[in-house]
Nanobody, 116 residues
Framework: QVQLVESGGGLVQPGGSLRLSCAASGTFSRIEVMGWYRQAPGKQRDLVAQITRSGGTNYADSVKGRFTISRDNAKNTVYLQMNNLKPEDTAVYYC??????????WGQGTQVTVSS
């Protein structure tokens, strides 16, 4: 069993910042890729950013230059620094990890609301 605990969501005004964290625990030997996805009401869940074990990153075009993903392999934790937030960033943000061989796990989600 793998548990992912997300934190850092909340309500922020446009132009503000938030930092999401996701800590993995449980039974796994190696986490290859860690990522953040988001899902707005009535829309599909989309990739926001992901990072490989060696630090390679990939971002959705809509967040490039505003969001930064990072990870701490010793702590099995991934972070998402979100700056210059916009109302269209409002969504439930989910952490996802790819671990061992062919396995993946999801977090429970954390709400991010950008509104004045």
């Amino acid at each position: 069993q793998v548990q992912l605990v997300e934190s850092g969501g909340g309500l922020v005004q446009p132009g503000g910042s938030l930092r999401l964290s996701c800590a993995a625990s449980g039974t796994f030997s190696r986490i290859e890729v860690m990522g953040w996805y988001r899902q707005a009401p009535g829309k599909q869940r989309d990739l926001v950013a992901q990072i490989t074990r060696s630090g390679g990153t990939n971002y959705a075009d809509s967040v490039k230059g505003r969001f930064t993903i990072s990870r701490d392999n010793a702590k099995n934790t991934v972070y998402l620094q979100m700056n210059n937030l916009k109302p269209e960033d409002t969504a439930v943000y989910y952490c996802r990890i790819f671990h061992d061989i062919g396995q993946n796990s999801w977090g429970q989600g954390t709400q991010v609301t950008v509104s004045s």
